[in-house]
């Protein structure tokens, strides 16, 4: 077991294996973002965003589609990076580190900072494989640290009851629902600190909604997380604090209960009364 | 007043007038013509490939496939030219694969694709693909052999006479491949594009380098689409005879080709060969035909397991 703990230390950089212990400076802020810009091409999509992310807390980004809320997202782990043509300034802080400048290469800054997609995007591979991969391209080999974290990751994702049997099938035989939560469970598994979330329950049914939503309260004891929702009842439910997007503008950015009973701005009240978006 | 509300009406009353259309014919000939086209191409074929069966099926024995060309090709067997091709092709294969595949990657994963580079890539691509074969022939007669074996012979070999500069399986398997090398590309871009970007993404997002990506996910998503091309590359640079020609094949060798620098005996070089230079040209004509028919046989083969791969790839998609 020590030996273990020693091997996830490496891929999380000297983190420890429940990240969110908040000893760095900084204590409140797991994520600080400061006067950022993008562009695709030409074309400016965001406007000089500065947010801070609280540790230990779901952050909501809500907004009109097109508002620029995805791409900020795909910001906060260098995704963005994966498209040719995107450029970014401005500044973004994972605890004291640059995540664009203290990282070589944007690989490393991703094993601390997770993802999980709109659509559910499991690998062509086994349920085992998929949670797996994340160790694997970082790395770690040992066969019996890796079925432990799986095992682990799963149970962290409400799946292993459902799952620890056909380990060895395919992904694909999985519903949407449990499809997402594997996908959820992947992104677990190389213990991130922060996740970050793309409209994980758009696709599914109420059910396999509410399901998500449970465990993302259960998820922010152990990790930060940020997760851009079109549902508005869904940021009131799961979100601690809530930042509204518009044209690829930061509107306004709160505690959640205040952003949805005295919004400070008219843009939002108009939004989230439904008048538009 | 009145005047003007009746010209009104009068207008009303034209523009409601019934129109009257020409009478259409119910498009016989549009049909007939189309059917007539399809008619004449089958029969093309069903001519082509009758003719060849019917001349050459009767000669094929394993005699005839395991046997050396004999009595100045007017006996014997073709066993060195099957033989032959199938090394060029093994050599082609080596060498067009993986250049195919890393460029469709590179022009896939690492440029933007209204970028002017790939645009210049894409273009020069299409034209390579348009470019005559003698052009390739030649172009591996002067470069390959003439610059890059004559120049190696030069300062590995400056004594002897020529060992790398001269017609030599490498050089027509190189050759072939610069010919065969857009198809390779064309269908591992066509693998590439059908793999899900959301894939792709999950790998990276969960700390996988480009390099791990491209080897764990891109690659066996598109090994379909990569088999299929290079099945493809086979049987079009098998059939071709023009760029060996000046870059290889022998007219007849006793020997097999052993070595990197030896030159070879190649089926459609042999079939030209046996046409057009042989002594007795109605004494190997039954020969001529049987080798035809080899090299068909073995195109269609190579031509139906690329369509099997591909269908049975899309199929598996559709069902996932």
Same mark, same amino acid.
């Given at each position: 077991?020590?030996?273990?703990?020693?091997?996830?230390?490496?891929?999380?950089?000297?983190?420890?294996?429940?990240?969110?212990?908040?000893?760095?400076?900084?204590?409140?802020?797991?994520?600080?973002?400061?006067?950022?810009?993008?562009?695709?091409?030409?074309?400016?999509?965001?406007?000089?965003?500065?947010?801070?992310?609280?540790?230990?807390?779901?952050?909501?980004?809500?907004?009109?589609?097109?508002?620029?809320?995805?791409?900020?997202?795909?910001?906060?782990?260098?995704?963005?990076?994966?498209?040719?043509?995107?450029?970014?300034?401005?500044?973004?802080?994972?605890?004291?580190?640059?995540?664009?400048?203290?990282?070589?290469?944007?690989?490393?800054?991703?094993?601390?900072?997770?993802?999980?997609?709109?659509?559910?995007?499991?690998?062509?591979?086994?349920?085992?494989?998929?949670?797996?991969?994340?160790?694997?391209?970082?790395?770690?080999?040992?066969?019996?640290?890796?079925?432990?974290?799986?095992?682990?990751?799963?149970?962290?994702?409400?799946?292993?009851?459902?799952?620890?049997?056909?380990?060895?099938?395919?992904?694909?035989?999985?519903?949407?629902?449990?499809?997402?939560?594997?996908?959820?469970?992947?992104?677990?598994?190389?213990?991130? %600190?922060?996740?970050?979330?793309?409209?994980?329950?758009?696709?599914?049914?109420?059910?396999?909604?509410?399901?998500?939503?449970?465990?993302?309260?259960?998820?922010?004891?152990?990790?930060?997380?940020?997760?851009?929702?079109?549902?508005?009842?869904?940021?009131?439910?799961?979100?601690?604090?809530?930042?509204?997007?518009?044209?690829?503008?930061?509107?306004?950015?709160?505690?959640?209960?205040?952003?949805?009973?005295?919004?400070?701005?008219?843009?939002? %009240?108009?939004?989230?009364?439904?008048?538009?978006? | 007043?009145?005047?003007?509300?009746?010209?009104?009406?009068?207008?009303?009353?034209?523009?409601?007038?019934?129109?009257?259309?020409?009478?259409?014919?119910?498009?016989?000939?549009?049909?007939?013509?189309?059917?007539?086209?399809?008619?004449?191409?089958?029969?093309?074929?069903?001519?082509?490939?009758?003719?060849?069966?019917?001349?050459?099926?009767?000669?094929?024995?394993?005699?005839?496939?395991?046997?050396?060309?004999?009595?100045?090709?007017?006996?014997?067997?073709?066993?060195?030219?099957?033989?032959?091709?199938?090394?060029?092709?093994?050599?082609?294969?080596?060498?067009?694969?993986?250049?195919?595949?890393?460029?469709?990657?590179?022009?896939?994963?690492?440029?933007?694709?209204?970028?002017?580079?790939?645009?210049?890539?894409?273009?020069?691509? /299409? /034209?390579?693909?348009?470019?005559?074969?003698?052009?390739?022939?030649?172009?591996?007669?002067?470069?390959?052999?003439?610059?890059?074996?004559?120049?190696?012979?030069?300062?590995?070999?400056?004594?002897?006479?020529?060992?790398? &500069?001269?017609?030599?399986?490498?050089?027509?398997?190189?050759?072939?491949?610069?010919?065969?090398?857009?198809?390779?590309?064309?269908?591992?871009?066509?693998?590439?594009?059908?793999?899900?970007?959301?894939?792709?993404?999950?790998?990276?997002?969960?700390? &996988?380098?480009?390099?791990?990506?491209?080897?764990?996910?891109?690659?066996?998503?598109?090994?379909?689409?990569?088999?299929?091309?290079?099945?493809?590359?086979?049987?079009?640079?098998?059939?071709?005879?023009?760029?060996?020609?000046?870059?290889?094949?022998?007219?007849?060798?006793?020997?097999?080709?052993?070595?990197? /620098?030896?030159?070879?005996?190649?089926?459609?070089?042999?079939?030209?060969?046996?046409?057009?230079?042989?002594?007795?040209?109605?004494?190997?004509?039954?020969?001529?035909?049987?080798?035809?028919?080899?090299?068909?046989?073995?195109?269609?083969?190579? /031509?139906?397991?690329?369509?099997?791969?591909?269908?049975?790839?899309?199929?598996?998609?559709?069902?996932?």
């Amino acid at each position: 077991m020590p030996q273990h703990d020693n091997q996830i230390k490496i891929i999380n950089q000297e983190q420890s294996l429940h990240p969110d212990t908040g000893t760095k400076s900084s204590p409140n802020y797991k994520m600080m973002v400061s006067s950022l810009d993008f562009w695709y091409g030409d074309n400016k999509v965001l406007h000089d965003i500065s947010l801070n992310v609280s540790r230990n807390m779901v952050k909501a980004l809500i907004g009109p589609s097109g508002c620029g809320k995805s791409t900020f997202l795909r910001t906060l782990n260098r995704m963005n990076e994966t498209i040719p043509g995107t450029r970014m300034e401005g500044v973004i802080k994972l605890d004291d580190m640059d995540i664009y400048k203290d990282f070589g290469d944007p690989s490393q800054i991703r094993t601390r900072i997770g993802m999980v997609f709109q659509k559910s995007n499991p690998f062509p591979k086994s349920i085992f494989d998929n949670v797996a991969y994340g160790l694997r391209v970082n790395g770690i080999k040992d066969i019996g640290l890796v079925s432990e974290v799986v095992e682990d990751s799963l149970r962290q994702a409400a799946l292993w009851d459902e799952v620890k049997d056909i380990l060895d099938n395919s992904a694909y035989a999985l519903s949407g629902g449990q499809q997402q939560r594997l996908c959820i469970a992947r992104a677990l598994a190389i213990r991130p %600190e922060v996740i970050l979330m793309d409209e994980p329950a758009s696709a599914l049914d109420p059910l396999s909604t509410s399901r998500i939503e449970d465990l993302i309260g259960e998820l922010k004891k152990l990790y930060t997380i940020v997760i851009v929702t079109h549902n508005m009842q869904q940021a009131a439910r799961v979100s601690d604090e809530t930042a509204f997007f518009f044209q690829g503008v930061l509107i306004e950015d709160g505690p959640t209960k205040e952003i949805f009973t005295r919004p400070r701005q008219k843009k939002t %009240e108009d939004y989230i009364t439904g008048r538009f978006g | 007043m009145a005047d003007e509300y009746l010209t009104i009406r009068q207008n009303r009353r034209d523009y409601l007038k019934p129109l009257v259309f020409k009478q259409k014919s119910s498009g016989h000939l549009p049909r007939g013509a189309t059917f007539l086209a399809v008619i004449i191409i089958i029969l093309m074929l069903a001519i082509i490939l009758g003719n060849i069966i019917y001349g050459g099926a009767g000669i094929i024995s394993w005699e005839f496939l395991s046997h050396p060309p004999e009595r100045g090709m007017e006996a014997g067997g073709i066993f060195p030219a099957i033989f032959g091709t199938v090394f060029l092709v093994l050599l082609m294969v080596i060498a067009v694969v993986p250049v195919g595949v890393m460029t469709a990657i590179y022009l896939h994963e690492y440029t933007r694709p209204t970028s002017r580079v790939t645009k210049i890539i894409r273009v020069s691509i /299409n /034209n390579l693909a348009g470019v005559p074969s003698i052009v390739f022939g030649l172009f591996g007669l002067g470069f390959f052999i003439g610059f890059i074996g004559g120049g190696m012979d030069a300062v590995f070999f400056p004594k002897e006479g020529p060992v790398w &500069g001269q017609p030599a399986i490498i050089w027509a398997a190189l050759t072939l491949a610069l010919l065969t090398l857009p198809v390779v590309i064309v269908s591992t871009e066509e693998a590439l594009r059908t793999i899900p970007r959301e894939l792709i993404e999950a790998s990276y997002a969960l700390g &996988g380098t480009k390099l791990q990506t491209i080897w764990r996910i891109i690659i066996p998503q598109a090994l379909p689409g990569i088999l299929t091309g290079s099945i493809l590359a086979v049987s079009r640079g098998a059939g071709e005879v023009a760029p060996i020609m000046f870059t290889g094949a022998a007219y007849y060798l006793p020997y097999l080709p052993g070595k990197l /620098n030896d030159q070879f005996m190649e089926l459609g070089y042999h079939i030209y060969v046996m046409a057009t230079q042989s002594p007795d040209v109605e004494a190997t004509k039954p020969i001529l035909f049987g080798t035809v028919l080899v090299l068909l046989v073995l195109t269609f083969l190579l /031509n139906f397991v690329a369509v099997y791969i591909r269908s049975s790839m899309r199929r598996k998609r559709a069902a996932a």
